[in-house]
């Protein structure tokens, strides 16, 4: 599953889902705006930053995992020291890392990379223990449930998007979304098949 472009668009679509992972109030949502920026340097890119519009807010750093990575907390450091010289923010920050489930963490951490956990620098969400909340939350729970589960958890979001969601444009924008996830869940089917 191609998960970088589909968290981005859910990212996107649902401003306040970030600060409901880190179980903040979505209130705590007001005055970010969601990017993806590219570093230069060694090519690569974030897979999203929450950037406030107060120099009183943190920016948060969106880093989503799928897969192990035994180097993944060096090279979010890296990126974040990197983006850190080159834009020279104001704000301070926190990374937010969004693993699929527990076992794809890295197993064991330096003194560096656990005293950055420890002080809540780095804060780490596992998608298959989070408990169901919004839409957006319903969507993360669609891509790491397991194949049998899915038909359920559309029929309920679907639900929930037609009874919850008034504007068209905004229901239309969560049901392709919908369908991108399960065009990426279910590559090995047709878009008639799903």
């Known amino acids: 599953m191609h998960t970088d472009t589909i968290f981005y668009q859910i990212f996107l ?20 705006q969601f990017t993806s920026v590219e ?15 107060s120099e009183e807010k943190p920016i948060y750093f969106v880093e989503v995992q799928f897969q192990n990575k ?5 090279e979010l450091i890296t990126e974040i020291n990197i983006y850190l010289n080159q834009y020279k923010p104001e704000q301070d920050w926190q990374a937010v ?3 699929a489930k527990r076992s794809l963490d890295v197993e064991k951490l330096t003194n560096y990379q656990q005293e950055l956990v420890n002080s809540g620098r780095i804060k780490r969400i596992y998608l298959d223990e989070i408990a169901s909340g919004s839409i957006g939350m319903g969507l993360i ?8 589960q899915s038909q359920e958890l559309v029929k309920n979001l679907m639900t929930r998007t037609k009874t919850e969601v008034s ?3 905004e229901r239309q924008g969560i049901i392709e979304l919908l369908e991108s996830v399960l065009m990426s869940k279910f590559s090995q089917l047709s878009r008639q098949e799903i």
């Open 39 to 53: 570093v230069k340097e060694k090519a690569f890119r974030f897979d999203g930053i929450f950037m406030p519009n």
């Open 167 to 169: 504007n068209d444009s």
């Open 141 to 148: 729970e669609l891509i790491v449930s397991k194949e049998n």
């Open 13 to 32: 679509t649902f401003h306040t889902l970030l600060f409901e992972l880190l179980g903040q109030p979505p209130e705590n949502a007001a005055g970010y």
């Open 97 to 99: 890392a969004l693993f």
């Open 70 to 74: 035994p180097e993944f907390y060096w």
